[in-house]
């Protein structure tokens, strides 16, 4: 009995600490948004020591992450993915990952979040894709890596220096993209038609004629995410053409269909690495967390 109350004493004291640690961690990184007015809207995310998950979620851009210090993983539909400190990370417009950061000692990486209609310009308006999500480039890992340290400078500024390396990347990775399926157009499509703010997973269920298992199902396939993830995403996003005006967390939560500010602020923290005002911040100045 003595033994097992010591392990018990043991095993709590190990949690206690590892929570400490994580905790630590949290107020340590440091994460910066930027957004700046080139190539339509660019946005870049600079995270330090990030020591928090990112759920299953997508983004409308193509994603070119730097993996500056630790493992960075990226778990998809169908793999799991580890990509080394050095190497460039790649994800799809509309490709539904997860993001797992070194929870002990903390990630550090820095994305470039690419508009779709950029790279097709470079591309000759031919839709493009990236089938390779890891690249083990050192040239265009230092271009851009250089950049990523001083993004004010006039070159980053007059898009030039980022669409030449942007252009390398393309006529070296990219691929044509395959034809989108239909049936999955027209799934997304009456998706679209629905309010984040007011979902409700037995009404949806039932415009498609399925009971609200089948419909879990058939969503989950079509999407690759859960109809609860799909929903906070579709309302983070919404949330972020309204922080371009507005200031009012809890008005910004009310209407975009979270219960309050503290919901809001934890979910949008979870999908961008950042609090909602220093997405806001950002458009005017950098802000560091």
Same mark, same amino acid.
């Given at each position: 009995?003595?033994?097992?109350?010591?392990?018990?004493?043991?095993?709590?004291?190990?949690?206690?600490?590892?929570?400490?640690?994580?905790?630590?961690?949290?107020?340590?990184?440091?994460?910066?948004?930027?957004?700046? $007015?080139?190539?339509?809207?660019? =946005?870049?995310? @600079?995270?330090? &020591?990030?020591?928090?998950?990112?759920?299953?979620?997508?983004?409308?851009?193509?994603?070119?992450?730097?993996?500056?210090?630790?493992?960075?993983?990226?778990?998809?539909? @169908?793999?799991?993915?580890?990509?080394?400190?050095?190497?460039?990370?790649?994800?799809?417009?509309?490709?539904?990952?997860?993001?797992?950061?070194?929870? #002990?000692?903390?990630?550090?990486?820095?994305?470039?979040?690419?508009?779709?209609?950029?790279?097709?310009?470079?591309?000759?308006?031919? $839709?493009?894709?990236?089938?390779?999500?890891?690249?083990? &480039? +050192?040239?265009?890992? +230092?271009?851009?890596?250089?950049?990523? +340290?001083?993004?004010?400078?006039?070159?980053?500024?007059?898009?030039?220096?980022?669409?030449?390396?942007?252009? +390398?990347?393309?006529?070296?990775?990219?691929? =044509?993209?395959? @034809?989108?399926?239909? #049936?999955?157009?027209?799934?997304?499509?009456?998706?679209?038609?629905?309010?984040?703010?007011?979902?409700?997973?037995?009404?949806?269920?039932?415009?498609?004629?399925? &009971?609200?298992?089948?419909?879990?199902?058939?969503?989950?396939?079509?999407?690759?995410?859960? $109809?609860?993830?799909?929903?906070?995403?579709?309302?983070? =996003?919404?949330?972020?053409?309204?922080?371009?005006?507005?200031?009012?967390?809890?008005?910004?939560?009310? =209407?975009?269909?979270?219960? &309050?500010?503290?919901?809001?602020?934890?979910?949008?923290? #979870?999908?961008?690495?950042?609090?909602?005002?220093?997405?806001?911040?950002?458009?005017?100045?950098?802000?560091?967390?």
């Amino acid at each position: 009995m003595v033994a097992q109350e010591a392990e018990l004493v043991n095993i709590f004291v190990h949690q206690n600490k590892s929570h400490k640690h994580l905790h630590r961690l949290k107020n340590k990184s440091q994460n910066i948004y930027h957004k700046l $007015p080139i190539l339509d809207g660019l =946005e870049l995310l @600079d995270a330090k &020591d990030h020591a928090l998950n990112f759920p299953s979620h997508t983004h409308d851009t193509f994603n070119i992450t730097l993996v500056r210090e630790q493992l960075f993983s990226t778990k998809l539909s @169908d793999r799991l993915l580890h990509s080394p400190a050095g190497t460039i990370t790649i994800t799809n417009p509309g490709e539904v990952h997860a993001t797992f950061c070194d929870n #002990k000692i903390g990630s550090s990486f820095f994305t470039f979040y690419v508009s779709p209609d950029v790279l097709k310009k470079i591309s000759h308006h031919i $839709p493009i894709f990236f089938e390779n999500k890891i690249l083990n &480039d +050192q040239s265009l890992f +230092q271009q851009l890596y250089k950049l990523s +340290q001083d993004f004010n400078n006039r070159a980053f500024l007059d898009e030039k220096t980022l669409l030449h390396i942007l252009d +390398q990347l393309v006529k070296e990775y990219a691929a =044509e993209h395959p @034809d989108t399926d239909k #049936k999955n157009m027209l799934f997304q499509k009456m998706l679209d038609e629905e309010n984040p703010e007011k979902f409700s997973l037995e009404t949806t269920a039932r415009k498609f004629g399925l &009971d609200k298992f089948k419909f879990l199902r058939l969503f989950k396939q079509y999407t690759g995410l859960t $109809p609860n993830n799909y929903v906070i995403l579709k309302r983070v =996003e919404k949330s972020k053409t309204l922080l371009q005006t507005e200031d009012d967390l809890l008005g910004i939560a009310i =209407e975009t269909g979270f219960y &309050d500010a503290t919901h809001f602020c934890k979910h949008f923290k #979870k999908i961008t690495g950042v609090t909602p005002m220093a997405y806001r911040n950002a458009m005017l100045c950098n802000i560091v967390l």
